[in-house]
Structures are given as structure tokens and as C-alpha cells.
């Protein structure tokens, strides 16, 4: 699937989305964007099928209105307008009609099924961890990611700062010179731990040895997504070599 926001603007996703989010933070409520700021809007806007007929059109204007959502909550975004004519431009659709989500694979590998369910394993290692960090903040906070206060009673998350979850795993097997592959795990579904407990210990410490955290509004956390990081595919290792019969993944 073509990545337009990359492929035109030269951006990941996480900077186009912290661009256009700099543009609606940087103009009042009611004010008409003049300039490079109203020359990208509407360059992102050509590119897409939603908006395209009205960026196009010379005498569009574009703007930002306060405009109300599902529950009666008003919300500052951008609006193309052309006389009676009005497309509000949500800042999420827009980053989604630019960088469309990745497609998930109908069937995965033993691989990548088994890397799957080791990072569930080691997520689950650290729950305390987290939890820990939280219990420990004193709200109100600020979001490092949208700048917003945190309030009792708002959904939060803990995100890692600096190295992601997935880095700091990742950067765990290659010290210890493993694949996913060679983790085995024991356990039921829903907890499952790794066979060799000494590994297990071994992670935990390196885990809270190199994790920063930072209290973050849920839905600013999981807007940002993963920052473009992937696992490397070798990383996963291989069980091609191995006879099927042999392999024992759970205990």
C-alpha cells in the first residue's frame, strides 16, 4: 500500500501527525490560515479522495473552527471552506488517509506467532513495574506527548520514554545472543512466563534497569503509535531447521 504522507513530504507518520498538530496548536479557534501553513493543508488535502475536489478548487480558504463531535464536545480542527461549502478535516483521518494503517497478515508464521507470544510474556514480566510508576505520580500531570494536563479520573497510560518496549526487549535477546525462537514458555494463556526462570529474572531486572516512563492521556499515547520502530525479522529466529514433532514452544 503506497504511503503518501512519506512519499510526498519525506515524514514518518509520528512528524506529519506533530506538524499538522503544531498548526492547529499555533492559530486561534476562528482564524484563517494564510501562508506555508495554508499551502501544506491543502497539498495533504489534494492527495486524498475525501478532500481532494474542494483543495483543489483556487478559491478554497482554509480555516480553524471550534466544531462540535459526538457528545455535544467541541473540538478545534481544521475546515476547508468555499462560500456555503464547509469540510471540517479531522487531524487523525487526515494522518490515516496519508499513512494507512498496516494491513494485518491473515495467517502468521510459527515465527512470528511465537515472537508474538514471547512479547506477551515479557509485557506481562513487568506489569508491576508499571504499575509501580503509576501508583507513584502525583496528578495533575502534564501529557509529555500533547502538552495537556492529566486529571483524576482520565485514562492514562504508561509509555516508555527514550527506547520503546519493543527496543528494550529486543536489545535484552541480542546482549543474551537469542532469537525469539529459543524462548520457550510455560504457563497458562493469559500468563504465560518463560521456561528457564533465571532468563525470566534476567529480564525483569535488565527491563527496569533501562525503562524511563512517562504518564501520558491514553488517547494522545495510542494516537502516537510505535514511532516507526520495528523488529528486526531476523530477530525472530527460525524453526525450519527443526523437525515439527519436536518442537515444544509451551510447557
Not at 104 to 116: L, R, W, Y
Not at 189 to 197: G, M, Q, W
Request: proline share 5%.
Amino acid at each position: 500500500m503506497a504511503n503518501l504522507g512519506r512519499d510526498t513530504f519525506g515524514l514518518t507518520k509520528t512528524e506529519f501527525g506533530q506538524k499538522v498538530g503544531r498548526i492547529i496548536t499555533n492559530h486561534r479557534a476562528g482564524s484563517k490560515l494564510i501562508g506555508e501553513a495554508r499551502d501544506f493543508v491543502l497539498r495533504c488535502c489534494r492527495l486524498t479522495d475525501q478532500w481532494r475536489k474542494l483543495a483543489e478548487d483556487p478559491e478554497t480558504l482554509v480555516y480553524l473552527r471550534n466544531l462540535e463531535i459526538a457528545g455535544g464536545r467541541k473540538v478545534k480542527m481544521l475546515s476547508l471552506e468555499r462560500g456555503g461549502s464547509q469540510q471540517p478535516v479531522p487531524k487523525q483521518k487526515l494522518v490515516d488517509a496519508l499513512y494507512p494503517p498496516k494491513k494485518i497478515a491473515t495467517s502468521a508464521t510459527p515465527e512470528q506467532k511465537h515472537f508474538n507470544n514471547v512479547r506477551v510474556a515479557m509485557r506481562f514480566a513487568v506489569t508491576y513495574q508499571l504499575r509501580a510508576f503509576r501508583d507513584s505520580c502525583q496528578l495533575p500531570v502534564i501529557c509529555h506527548i500533547s502538552g495537556k494536563k492529566i486529571l483524576p479520573g482520565q485514562k492514562s497510560d504508561v509509555d516508555h520514554c527514550g527506547m520503546t518496549f519493543s527496543e528494550i526487549a529486543d536489545n535484552f535477546l541480542q546482549e543474551k545472543g537469542l532469537k525469539y525462537s529459543a524462548v520457550t514458555l510455560k504457563g497458562p494463556p493469559t500468563a504465560k512466563v518463560f521456561t528457564d526462570s533465571k532468563l525470566w529474572a534476567e529480564w525483569t531486572a535488565y527491563h527496569m534497569a533501562h525503562a524511563r516512563y512517562s504518564l501520558t492521556l491514553a488517547s494522545a499515547n495510542r494516537s502516537k503509535g510505535a514511532q516507526g520502530y520495528e523488529t528486526p525479522s531476523g530477530l525472530y529466529g527460525s524453526f525450519a531447521k527443526e523437525d515439527p514433532e519436536d518442537l515444544a514452544l509451551d510447557f
